[in-house]
T-cell receptor, first 116, second 113 residues
Framework: DTAVSQTPKYLVTQMGNDKSIKCEQNLGHDTMYWYKQDSKKFLKIMFSYNNKELIINETVPNRFSPKSPDKAHLNLHINSLELGDSAVYFC???????????????FGPGTRLTVL | QKEVEQNSGPLSVPEGAIASLNCTYS??????FFWYRQYSGKSPELIMS????GDKEDGRFTAQLNKASQYVSLLIRDSQPSDSATYLC?????????????FGAGTRLAVHP
């Protein structure tokens, strides 16, 4: 009965490869997010989807392509992986409040990506 | 540039003491504020949310918000070694009709027996 789940938990790959991370939430939330946490533990938003529609794209290189097949799933595909992509990637979900107040975001367990 | 600032620490407190964690933010219009706890190798988990000026208490945790000073804090009473973690302050910025959560760099708390 995990609320937000991600697969895989660990991903080790060579530079130049293409990889995907999957995320699913069973909380019934409308909005899902991808965050990147670098080696200094700084957590930064990358993308946000609301009801399958992209609403936030934080000037992430276009090698990163999110896809939301339905509002319970948000996947992240990364092309031509680079050393600097090594980080922990967290998926999160929340209810979207459009009034300017936001609901709590719930995080998945994270995917530790290591690019060699 | 929307910013959330925290002291990186480590903040070291003895067991049983009060730990005080502070956070400032740049956007006067922010309305939602969150404290997350993150253990090493784990995902952030919500400790407290606060939306109105003043104090909000939940067990050993008290969040304090002062919108005029653009300041939010977290007090942990009777600190335990299990409270040792990184505490992330997160502030909501509303732009273009959508919410975006900006996180501070986190304060590492070490509670020693």
């Amino acid at each position: 009965d995990t609320a937000v789940s991600q697969t895989p938990k660990y991903l080790v790959t060579q530079m130049g490869n293409d990889k995907s991370i999957k995320c699913e939430q069973n909380l019934g939330h409308d909005t899902m997010y991808w965050y990147k946490q670098d080696s200094k533990k700084f957590l930064k938003i990358m993308f946000s989807y609301n009801n399958k529609e992209l609403i936030i794209n934080e000037t992430v290189p276009n090698r990163f392509s999110p896809k939301s097949p339905d509002k319970a799933h948000l996947n992240l595909h990364i092309n031509s992986l680079e050393l600097g992509d090594s980080a922990v990637y967290f998926c999160a979900s929340s209810q979207e409040w459009s009034s300017g107040r936001s609901d709590t975001q719930y995080f998945g367990p994270g995917t530790r990506l290591t690019v060699l | 540039q929307k910013e959330v600032e925290q002291n990186s620490g480590p903040l070291s407190v003895p067991e049983g003491a009060i730990a005080s964690l502070n956070c400032t933010y740049s956007d006067r219009g922010s309305q939602s504020f969150f404290w997350y706890r993150q253990y090493s190798g784990k995902s952030p988990e919500l400790i407290m949310s606060i939306y109105s000026n003043g104090d909000k208490e939940d067990g050993r945790f008290t969040a304090q918000l002062n919108k005029a000073s653009q300041y939010v804090s977290l007090l942990i009473r009777d600190s335990q070694p299990s409270d040792s973690a990184t505490y992330l302050c997160a502030v909501n910025f509303f732009s273009g009709g959508y919410n975006k959560l900006i996180f501070g760099a986190g304060t590492r708390l070490a509670v020693h027996p």
